[in-house]
């Protein structure tokens, strides 16, 4: 047991983790939140849901610019172990496709309920509304002073204030400010997990049409990242899981001043050569029918005339006799290949994760600690960590928040 006091800025998902284990040490914990209540940000995860682990979660489906950094904190409390802290506050979970943990309720606030209940009974002493301004420290003493003025002292800060993303949750970046007052350097900061824009005119009539293709990121004729799934059209580029997941690729293009494209792919089961048959044999069923009409059998209607009009078919409704190879060679090509330039993302706001953000080669990664300042932790998105869609997020949180709450109260 410790009689250490313990500042944790934030009371996000590492934060509220963090506050229950080093109050389980036994140390006092203050926990500063600027919002007027905790935890809003989970309530939003997983569509409601809190698709809070994947039990695939390793280092594969982490980034930044050591991904080996999060090994440090997982291995400790891996994907089981994070379960089991759940269950004893409560809470049953279960595994959906591609690994995603949810809780079997089906709704973020259990998880978020059990958390608020543990930290009340833990006794941390909980600060809302006040965002704190600065940190400093003095002597062996840390000293944070909030937007009210308040100043409060502690032995050791965990700084768990998020990154950037939905700034109207809560996480607007401050937290960077006060890690950089104390020294430390951020790798630069870019929206992740979030809508990729173009500038394709005839694309804005897709609008709504939804598909289940596959969406490749590739620049300089390489391919970054593909996924497959729902694949959503917007007026102002595409949206839908898969693209989430590509999506870091295009900021990182642009920062190194590379051309992202994206590369969607219609028919992701079938090959080109394929999808050649398939046209001709849909063009020979009745020589007489409109060409873009015969493909209403395996195309939404709306994709048809903005596809054909790419590949230079303006004579749309001309008899399918009129079609020639060159046509559908053209057609399958598109249909497997439709590459259309990227023009970035959609902003903070949209965004589901922040990519980049403190420096991870200055904290110890099995403590969470700062190299360069003895006290001071860091955990979840706030550090140069971000994760796939899927619940490697909420599981980076849940590590990470448990190792620094841990030992800081050690
Ligand atoms: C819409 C949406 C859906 C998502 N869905 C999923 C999902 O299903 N699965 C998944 O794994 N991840 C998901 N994520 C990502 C996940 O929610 C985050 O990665 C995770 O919450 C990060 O936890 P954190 O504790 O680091 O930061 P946050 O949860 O952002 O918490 C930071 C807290 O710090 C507070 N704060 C900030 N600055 C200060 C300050 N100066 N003083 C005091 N308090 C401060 C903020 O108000 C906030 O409450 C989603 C994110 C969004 C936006």
Not at 183 to 209: M, N, Y
Request: hydrophobic share 40%; net charge positive; with cysteine.
């Amino acid at each position: 047991m410790t009689s250490k006091k313990i500042l944790i800025v934030g009371g996000g998902a590492s934060g509220l983790v963090a506050a229950i284990s080093a109050a389980r040490k036994g140390a006092e914990v203050v926990l500063i939140e600027s919002q007027n209540r905790v935890g809003k940000k989970i309530l939003a995860t997983g569509n409601g849901r809190c698709n809070l682990s994947n039990i695939t979660a390793n280092r594969i489906h982490y980034h930044g610019e050591n991904p080996k950094f999060m090994e440090g904190a997982l291995s400790q409390v891996n994907v089981e172990e994070t379960l089991r802290f759940f269950q004893l506050l409560g809470l049953e979970t279960k595994v959906e496709e591609e690994g995603k943990v949810y809780p079997i309720s089906d709704q973020g606030s259990s998880v978020l309920d059990l958390l608020r209940y543990e930290v009340e009974k833990l006794g941390v002493h909980q600060i809302l509304g006040d965002p704190v301004t600065s940190l400093w420290k003095k002597d062996k003493q840390f000293v944070l002073e909030t937007k009210s003025q308040a100043r409060i002292r502690g032995d050791a800060v965990i700084l768990a204030t998020g990154g950037k993303s939905t700034p109207k949750l809560g996480s607007n970046g401050s937290g960077y400010d006060l890690g950089k007052s104390l020294g430390h350097l951020l790798t630069p900061v870019f929206p992740a997990l979030v809508q990729i824009k173009w500038d394709h005119r005839s694309f804005r009539s897709l609008k709504g049409v939804k598909i289940q293709g596959s969406i490749a990121l590739v620049s300089e004729g390489k391919i970054l990242r593909k996924e497959m799934g729902e694949v959503l059209f917007t007026d102002y580029g595409v949206s839908g899981p898969p693209v989430l997941q590509v999506s870091r690729g295009v900021q990182e293009c642009l920062q190194n001043n590379k051309v992202p494209w994206v590369v969607l792919d219609f028919f992701p089961q079938a090959t080109e050569e394929k999808l050649y048959e398939t046209l001709w044999m849909l063009v020979s069923l009745d020589g007489k029918k409109p060409f873009d009409f015969s493909l209403i059998g395996i195309l939404n209607k709306k994709v048809i005339p903005v596809i054909l009009k790419e590949i230079g078919i303006n004579n749309m409704k001309k008899p399918c006799e009129e079609a020639t190879d060159k046509d559908l060679r053209r057609l399958a090509k598109i249909l497997k290949n439709c590459g259309l330039q990227s023009t970035g993302t959609l902003s903070w706001e949209d965004s589901q994760v922040t990519a980049g953000g403190i420096r991870t080669d200055e904290v110890h990664s099995k403590t969470l600690e700062s190299k360069k300042i003895k006290g001071l932790y860091f955990a979840g998105e706030i550090l140069d960590v971000d994760g796939d869609c899927g619940g490697f997020n909420l599981q980076w949180a849940w590590s990470s928040g448990i190792i620094a709450g841990e030992k800081a109260a050690e």
